[in-house]
T-cell receptor, first 113, second 115 residues
């Protein structure tokens, strides 16, 4: 089955810790994205990558970091610098570099204790 | 003012009703318009994708784009309880610079279809 997988489904973090969220796709898509979803605020773009070894900041990149060493993988690290990390994190991918028709993974819910 | 405005609802309708979901936007560069359905605690699922103005129909769903009014709609006919979800509009277009037409989402409308 082709698709996007995210792990873990739920993640708990103590304040001051860095955590890494996994995103893998087997759709052979070039572009991948990370979004954050908070109640009543829709989806906000954190980082995106159009090609391997290249990525750009989105609207709310502060406190986050990413890497794109392989086409299939785009992990997101939530650092201790992110002041309000509790949220639902969504990874997406699209076939082309024009941001159209993005397909989403099932999400990771991060809670800071 | 947000680039994309969507009434968050919640919207509650009886089974079989026609549902109308709407978004307005301010950026005239938007050319690609999408509707996503998101069930609780799940990732969004792409429902409809349209380019520029006009209508597109897929089963019980019709997407409508009016670029002159900067207004898009999603109609659901013969709504079912399984349609209960949050519906997100999204749009993109060439906006110049490094943004390269990134996807901009509405806040989402919560829909409940009761039997």
């Amino acid at each position: 089955d082709g698709g996007i997988t995210q792990s873990p489904k739920y993640l708990f973090r103590k304040e001051g810790q860095n955590v890494t969220l996994s995103c893998e796709q087997n759709l052979n898509h070039d572009a991948m994205y990370w979004y954050r979803q908070d109640p009543g605020q829709g989806l906000r773009l954190i980082y995106y990558s159009q090609i391997v070894n290249d990525f750009q900041k989105g609207d709310i990149a502060e406190g986050y970091s990413v890497s794109r060493e392989k086409k299939e993988s785009f992990p997101l690290t939530v650092t201790s610098a992110q002041k309000n990390p509790t949220a639902f994190y969504l990874c997406a991918s699209s076939a082309d570099r024009a941001y159209n028709e993005q397909f989403f993974g099932p999400g990771t819910r991060l809670t800071v204790l | 003012q947000k680039e994309v405005e969507q009434d968050p609802g919640p919207l509650s309708v009886p089974e079989g009703a026609i549902v109308s979901l709407n978004c307005t936007y301010s950026n005239s560069a938007f050319q690609y318009f999408m509707w996503y359905r998101q069930y609780s605690r799940k990732g969004p699922e792409l429902l409809m994708y349209t380019y520029s103005s006009g209508n597109k129909e897929d089963g019980r769903f019709t997407a409508q784009v009016d670029k002159s009014s900067k207004y898009i709609s999603l109609f659901i006919r013969d709504s079912q309880p399984s349609d209960s979800a949050t519906y997100l509009c999204a749009m993109s277009g060439w906006t110049g610079g490094t943004s390269y037409g990134k996807l901009t989402f509405g806040q989402g409308t919560i829909l409940t279809v009761h039997p």
